[in-house]
């Protein structure tokens, strides 16, 4: 079957502008994440939903980052004020029932801010 | 604070040699520790994980050894192959939220 789809693949934008980010869950699957992976490092987490709800949002950096998932199936992940520091590959994963269920990767959104 | 060492950066190893990553945790709540592959261009991807219960798990030509005492963990691949060339990602968690460490740059050549 599918596996998790995030668009675009790749995203460039200017100082300052407001981007969004969209993952495709797999199908059926309760549970999304968002991670955030710098070049040369692991992949740092964001947020978590299960459902419609963010029930650990402790990840996200500062106020400027958003993300929702209104119908409990896809989700966006909104970036307000974009900062050079923000370029980085988002990743979006899914599992089936959350908790250590395992995590199915996106191929992620590589953001560039110039 | 990095709450998972991994070592070493990269790795260079013959194609039928064993490659073996390093990683040590601080979190004694930590019950899951998970390795993921992951390919240029691509999503990480679960390649086996163990719970602290065992010292030992292995699925075909990887095994994880586990040290409670240490809180350390370690990835052995057998028989390395070229097409296991990937960086190689242990995680530690408790709940949904996965601590990756920075990541072992494997390349087996041939």
């Known amino acids: 079957g599918a596996g998790v789809s995030q668009t675009p693949s790749n995203k460039v934008t200017e100082k300052g502008k407001y981007v969004e980010l969209r993952c495709d869950p797999i199908s059926g699957h309760t549970a999304l994440y968002w991670y955030r992976q710098s070049l040369g490092q692991g992949p740092e987490f964001l947020i978590y939903f299960q459902g419609t709800g963010a029930a650990d949002d402790s990840g996200l950096p500062n106020d400027r980052f958003f993300a929702v998932r209104p119908e409990g199936s896809v989700s966006t992940l909104k970036i307000q004020r974009t900062e050079r520091g923000d370029s980085a590959v988002y990743l979006c994963?899914?599992?089936?029932?959350?908790?250590?269920?395992?995590?199915?990767f996106g191929p992620g959104t590589r953001l560039t801010v110039l | 604070q990095q709450q998972v060492k991994q070592s070493p950066q990269s790795l260079i190893v013959q194609k039928g040699g064993i490659s073996i990553i390093n990683c040590a945790y601080e979190?004694?709540?930590?019950?899951?520790f998970p390795w993921y592959q992951q390919f240029p261009g691509k999503g990480p991807a679960l390649l086996i994980a163990?719970?602290?219960?065992?010292s030992e798990k292995k699925e075909g030509r990887f095994t994880i050894s586990f040290n409670k005492s240490a809180k350390q963990f370690s990835l052995h691949i057998m028989d390395s192959q070229p097409g296991d060339s990937a960086t190689y990602f242990c995680a530690a968690s408790r709940g949904h939220k996965l601590i990756f460490g920075a990541g072992t740059r494997l390349a087996v050549h041939p």
């Open positions: 994963a899914s599992s089936l029932v959350g908790g250590q269920d395992t995590q199915y």
């Open positions: 163990i719970r602290p219960d065992v």
């Open positions: 979190n004694t709540a930590f019950d899951y």
